[in-house]
């Protein structure tokens, strides 16, 4: 068993939302008969009490260790309206962000039959 946090990490102004859709259908075809597990989820609406902002430091459930994010949405400079909170990983510095989930998860390795 060993505790792992995750990374999430991008060069790009894609939202995180986007990104883990992305890692999910590229990875699809690689689970066969294994069970399907969501270890991260997020929807960041409760985020800054539902508001958007630019250069946003404190997510609920993600350290930043690197870069900076803005949370949009909700009619803050948003690009999906009626599609809640979401966050631009470059932020509006251009330093593109690192996030770690502050979840820790015990992971073991798997065995094929």
């Known amino acids: 068993m060993r505790n792992s946090k995750f990374l999430l990490v991008s060069h790009s ?3 995180i939302i986007a990104s883990l859709v992305f890692m999910a259908l590229l990875c699809s075809p690689l689970i066969t008969s294994a069970a399907i597990i969501t270890l991260l989820e997020d929807t960041f609406d409760t985020e800054n009490s ?3 902002q630019v250069n946003h430091t404190g997510l609920n459930h993600w350290n930043i260790t690197d870069g900076s994010v ?4 909700n009619g803050f400079i948003d690009f999906y309206p009626g599609g809640g ?3 631009d990983l470059d932020g509006t510095t251009g330093n593109a962000a690192t996030l770690e989930s502050k979840a820790i998860f015990s992971l073991s390795r798997m065995r094929s039959e």
């Open 85 to 87: 909170l979401y966050i």
């Open 50 to 52: 539902g508001n958007g």
């Open 13 to 15: 102004h894609f939202p």
């Open 70 to 73: 803005d949370l949009l949405g």
